[in-house]
């Protein structure tokens, strides 16, 4: 019976940690994202509790033109899901596994960036 105790205090402890290193992760990403693409990130954050002033970042939306990255975490975890976009409609969303997103958001933003550069190339060679 001791065992079984000890068990479920050790799982219990990870757990706890597991949490903790989720909410750091979830408030990193938020931040570098906001600082990163200004204008086109959204931030979700709710406090700890009800008497509490702290917050914890619940969820983190990046706007691309064709798609919209959303990223949460709540009771059930981590989820990650994108929405395809077409003329400012969502026409459909799916789930996706956290490191394909990663890679996805990356890609995406490797396309901004390259468009963002063409229209630069654009307009300097106007001006």
């Known amino acids: 019976m001791n065992s079984s105790l000890d068990a479920f205090d050790l799982n219990a402890a990870v757990l706890r940690h597991s949490e903790r290193d989720m909410r750091a992760f979830m408030a990193a990403l938020a931040v570098r994202l906001e600082t990163a693409l200004p204008g086109r990130v959204s931030v979700e954050r709710r406090r700890d509790g009800f008497f509490s002033s702290t917050r914890h970042v619940t969820e983190i939306k990046v706007e691309h033109p064709d798609a919209i990255f959303s990223l949460a975490y ?54």
């Open 74 to 127: 709540g009771k059930a975890g981590l989820t990650a899901s994108r929405a395809k976009v077409v003329h400012g409609v969502t026409i459909s969303t799916a789930s996706l596994p956290v490191p394909q997103w990663l890679g996805e958001l990356n890609k995406s933003v490797a396309d901004l960036a390259d468009r963002s550069a063409i229209a630069g190339d654009v307009l300097h060679g106007f001006l």
